[in-house]
């Protein structure tokens, strides 16, 4: 007998998308999708901080999985931080009303290796977070694991702090001492690799690079230091078996020279068009993104006419996953969120 027609049931929407297989829609799910606009997350932070939502593995879990019960979103993103892998090196770090702070700023002192003293053991309470978002979350929702990309943290852990957009004092030590940076780079991809092949061990589905701060140094630059780590990353990932997505923020035409050497999903910022990108981006590797959050300040009329346009582009293109081209801001609207959320799954995608 014929088994039954497959449907998207079978497997998770996003793995599948992931994988190259036929969906009737794209998957949908948000970058910083947990915290930050939920009304059910700002209630938990009145009663515990931050800290203690990713350190405990029910509370972690928990908040890992609210935006799939509240939104209805087809995967959960880890609830972590890109800054617990430095944290991890040594540097003491707090989370402040005015975002990361972390005890020393590298790039101030004359030594900075001399800070740094890895310890693979102080990322077990995530894994504790995941082995216990496994048990409790539904099967046909895939869960992403994630970490910063290699310029991104090094930003942090050289400026100490995360409230300067464009990172003077990181950027001066980059070009001051391209030797100094590589070395750091270095350090920092093998814990990362550490990390991921912890993450990978306790059951992610999907990995995602976050390079938010890729644009701020020149490309080439980016190329020559940083790049080389991705690639290892991307590597590690494929003899893992794990799909990986990377998301260099701002890097402009430099996304036409990302080969499926360095990903398999390429997140594409808000700044690019998505057809553009479609053109520029090796067709080998599949896209994400890219709605600017900020749209959603708009009235729904606004908001539809441009999700049409993507849908119009859902049509032609399977490997695409439907996402924002930077993560969610407090002070997004949470009801828009919903009513985009609602709108994206149930649209005719003409597929
Ligand atoms: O949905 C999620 O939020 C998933 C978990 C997640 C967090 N941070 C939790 C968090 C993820 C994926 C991140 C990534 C992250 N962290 C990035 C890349 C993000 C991107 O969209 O490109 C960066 C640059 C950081 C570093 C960081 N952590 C900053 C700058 C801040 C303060 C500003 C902000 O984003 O809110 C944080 C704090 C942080 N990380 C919060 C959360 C939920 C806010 C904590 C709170 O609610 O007080």
Redesign the pocket.
Same mark, same amino acid.
């Given at each position: 007998m014929d088994s039954a027609p497959k449907t998207d049931r079978d497997k998770p929407l996003l793995l599948k998308t992931l994988s190259g297989e036929y969906t009737s829609r794209p998957p949908v799910w948000y970058?910083?999708?947990?915290?930050?606009v939920l009304p059910s997350y700002l209630e938990l932070?009145k009663k515990h901080s931050?800290w203690q939502m990713m350190k405990d593995p029910e509370l972690g879990a928990r908040v890992t999985l609210l935006?799939v019960d509240d939104l209805g979103v087809d995967a959960a993103?880890? $609830?972590?931080?890109?800054?617990v892998v430095p944290y991890a090196m040594g540097m003491g770090l707090e989370?402040t009303d005015n975002?990361?702070v972390f005890e020393t700023a590298l790039s101030k002192r004359d030594k900075p290796f001399q800070h740094l003293d890895p310890q693979p053991a102080k990322l077990e309470y995530i894994y504790r977070v995941i082995t216990s978002v496994k048990k409790s979350k539904p099967p046909h929702i895939p869960l992403i694991g994630?970490c910063?990309g290699p310029l991104?943290v090094l930003c942090?852990m050289l400026e100490g702090l995360?409230k300067k957009a464009d990172f003077p004092e990181a950027v001066k030590f980059i070009y001051k001492s391209k030797k100094d940076t590589k070395r750091l780079v270095d350090m920092l991809l093998e814990m990362s690799l550490e990390y991921i092949r912890g993450q990978v061990r306790h059951g992610i589905d999907v990995f995602q690079l $976050?390079e938010?701060h890729a644009g701020l140094i020149p490309w080439e630059l980016y190329k020559e230091v940083f790049l080389p780590a991705v690639k290892t990353i991307a590597g590690e990932l494929r003899d893992l078996n794990i799909p990986f997505i990377y998301?260099p923020?701002d890097i402009g035409t430099g996304i036409g020279d990302v080969s499926a050497d360095y990903c398999d999903f390429l997140s594409v910022d808000w700044q690019t068009p998505i057809r553009q990108a479609r053109k520029m981006v090796d067709p080998e590797i599949g896209l994400q993104g890219n709605l600017d959050p900020r749209l959603l300040y708009s009235e729904k009329p606004e908001i539809e006419k441009v999700l049409k346009n993507y849908i119009e582009f859902g049509k032609e293109h399977q490997n695409w996953i439907f996402n924002l081209g930077?993560?969610f801001?407090?002070g997004i609207p949470y009801e828009k969120v919903k009513y985009m959320t609602d709108y994206l799954k149930t649209a005719d995608w003409h597929r």
């Open positions: 970058m910083r999708q947990a915290g930050r932070k931050f935006p993103i880890l $609830f972590s931080d890109i800054l989370f975002g990361p994630f910063g991104t942090y995360g $976050f938010t998301f923020k930077h993560g801001k407090p």
